[in-house]
C-alpha cells in the first residue's frame, strides 16, 4: 500500500476502508496500516457431527 500523499493511487489493491474516527487516530498517533493479502473466495468452518472441515467456494 502506498499513501496518496506519496503518489500512491485510488485503485482498489491501494485503499482500505476505516471509520473516520479510526483514520483521525491512525495519522494522530502516527500508526501503521497493513492490507491483508487477497484471499480468493472464501473459507468457513462447518461443524457436523462434532467434526470439523473447512469449506472452499
Sequence with gaps: MVRRVDGGG????????VHPSCH????????SVTK???IRGFERLERS???TRTLRS
Design 36 to 38: 491483508p493479502a487477497l
Design 10 to 17: 485510488n485503485a482498489s489493491r491501494n485503499l482500505i476502508m
Design 49 to 51: 457431527a462434532g467434526k
Design 24 to 31: 483521525a487516530q491512525i495519522h494522530s498517533l502516527g500508526l
